[in-house]
């Protein structure tokens, strides 16, 4: 039996914490905070404790500017109380980003990418000493053990497709931090499918997580 074999898994009965980040910019009507709230309740059913912290993204993340660039390229140890002040919300961001075992993440496709706040994010979190560091082989994403959720949606592009910059964007800036382990949830073309591609979505979900699922023994491992 190798690594991809399927089989049945017993629901998995641990504690774990999950970081939920929404970035659509609509609440009525959102597929994607739908979905994810799908996915939240059947992590709930797998696990025996399930403590769900939410980032809302669209509610405003700061954008990189040059006082946060400057305090971020300066040692820690050399840092002024300014500096630190302009680091306070991306050191918060990014513990919880550490403190969580999932993430699950809501991300719209938006102009053939995500959106700008989701990007925000991985601006804010991508920080060199504390998500990657720099080794003489290359960069190394500190984060390790961690799994990652991507429910993606959108109006006319195929998920996967070359038109599709999100995902693929999505599953680099998670690698690398170290967050390798990357399941994609896709209600896709949605301004055709309509109700077909979210219901398509939900049947990933009940594949992926559902109680008497099948799931890959390599997904096991890591869950
Ligand atoms: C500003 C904006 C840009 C969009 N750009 C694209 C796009 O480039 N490609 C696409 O397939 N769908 C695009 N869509 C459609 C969304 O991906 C789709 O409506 C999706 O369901 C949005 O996620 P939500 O339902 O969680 O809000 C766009 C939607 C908006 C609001």
Known sequence: MNNHT????????????????????????????????EVIDALGARFNHVHVSKRDVAQGVPFVDEDWITANFTDDEDRNDEQRKT????????????DADMLVIGAPIYNFGIPASLKAWIDMTARARLTFRYTE?????????????????SGGVPVGSSLDFATPYLR?????????????????QLNTQGETGVQAARTQIAEILG???????QAQTTT
């Not at 399927?6 to 009507?29: K, M, N, W």
Request: glycine share 8%.
């Open 6 to 37: 399927q089989t049945t898994a017993p629901a998995s009965r641990q504690d774990i914490r999950v970081l939920r980040i929404d970035a659509s910019g609509r609440y009525e009507g959102s597929v994607t905070r739908q979905l994810a709230d």
């Open 87 to 98: 680091l306070a919300h991306s050191d918060s961001l990014v513990q919880e980003l550490k």
């Open 137 to 153: 082989s290359g960069p190394v994403g500190l984060l390790k053990n961690k799994k990652a959720y991507l429910v993606v949606a």
């Open 172 to 188: 680099q800036a998670l690698g690398f931090v170290g967050i390798t382990d990357v399941q994609i949830i896709a209600a896709e």
């Open 211 to 217: 109680k008497s699922s099948t799931v890959s023994s």
